[in-house]
Nanobody, 122 residues
Framework: QVQLVESGGGLVQPGGSMTLDCSAFGRALSSVGMGWFRQAPGKEREFVAAVIGTDGSTYFGNSMKGRFAISRDTAKNSVYLQINSLKPEDTAVYYC???????????????WGKGTLVTVSS
């Protein structure tokens, strides 16, 4: 059984930084494709970033470049999302996702984590 387990969410002040972790269990997914989506209250789930394939190509959603960084550790079967200069509009549930084509959207995701809440507020 494949599981994606996220950690690292919580409350952070505007302008701060946060790193989210996701580890995969049950299958070696980090070299296939892993990444992150987010869903803010009342909005659709949107693609944030992904690391795909053995060469580790990175992909970012619209308006995600600059403040977002994604990395992976294939030995730990894990992916990490660092968010800098956090804004209140970054408040959302962040979901770990896995699959070789997740950069094309939620319909391409093979596995989902349960999500971790990030709240940006003073």
């Amino acid at each position: 059984q494949v599981q994606l387990v996220e950690s690292g969410g919580g409350l952070v002040q505007p302008g701060g930084s946060m790193t989210l972790d996701c580890s995969a269990f049950g299958r070696a997914l980090s070299s296939v494709g892993m990444g992150w989506f987010r869903q803010a209250p009342g909005k659709e789930r949107e693609f944030v970033a992904a690391v795909i394939g053995t060469d580790g190509s990175t992909y970012f959603g619209n308006s995600m470049k600059g403040r977002f960084a994604i990395s992976r550790d294939t030995a730990k079967n894990s992916v990490y999302l660092q968010i800098n200069s956090l804004k209140p509009e970054d408040t959302a549930v962040y979901y770990c996702a896995a699959g070789e084509s997740i950069m094309f959207g939620a319909s391409r995701v093979d596995y989902w984590g349960k999500g971790t809440l990030v709240t940006v507020s003073s």
